[in-house]
């Protein structure tokens, strides 16, 4: 009876895992779709952040927002990479439906940067430095997502590719220094 379960209990981890695999190009569009929204709601609640009467609470929102993303950027890239390598129309599909984020993504960090003074006036400590913690979680995210695509990408894609992931990387850096003062 032991034997039997423990064969239970293996069988049905190999059976979870093949499961978490069934990735396919949908997944992937679906991720950026959800990126694409999320990142979206990052830039309008950084937006609606007043300089004057911000609330923690619309801080944490922000913070909630840029999490969000961090987790569909590490879910992407792992259903990228276990996908494996796309076809060349797929690929530019992908890479088009990202760079229409590209833009919403610079003026998020834009924004960030130009609300940093009212996020330091909030009356309790320590959102700059949570801010900067998610600044750096989302850059790292972001090359994750980008190198995943990178390595299954065709030849004829992976300088585009290289680019978008280097462009977006250093857009995060003046943001860094920013909270990082």
Do not use: W
Not at 8 to 20: H, N
Not at 51 to 60: E, K, Q, R
Not at 83 to 90: Q, V
Request: proline share 4%.
């Amino acid at each position: 009876m032991v034997q039997f379960t423990c064969y239970l209990v293996v069988l049905s981890v190999a059976a979870g895992g093949l499961a978490a695999c069934t990735c396919d190009v949908a997944t992937v569009q679906a991720d950026i779709d959800t990126l694409v929204r999320q990142v979206t709601e990052f830039d309008n609640a950084i937006v609606a952040f007043s300089p004057t009467n911000g609330s923690v609470d619309d801080a944490l929102a922000i913070h909630a927002d840029a999490t969000s993303i961090i987790n569909t950027l590490n879910t992407a890239a792992s259903d990228v990479e276990a996908i494996g390598e796309f076809s060349e129309d797929d690929d530019t599909t992908i890479l088009s439906a990202i760079e229409t984020s590209v833009p919403t993504v610079l003026v998020s960090l834009i924004d960030i940067i130009d609300k940093k003074p009212a996020f330091d006036a909030l009356p309790i400590c320590g959102i700059p430095a949570l801010f900067l913690q998610d600044l750096q979680n989302l850059q790292n995210a972001s090359v994750g997502f980008g190198n995943a695509l990178i390595n299954t990408a065709p030849d004829t894609l992976v300088a585009n590719f290289t680019d978008l992931t280097n462009n977006i990387a250093a857009a995060f850096e003046p943001a860094i220094t920013a909270y990082s003062s």
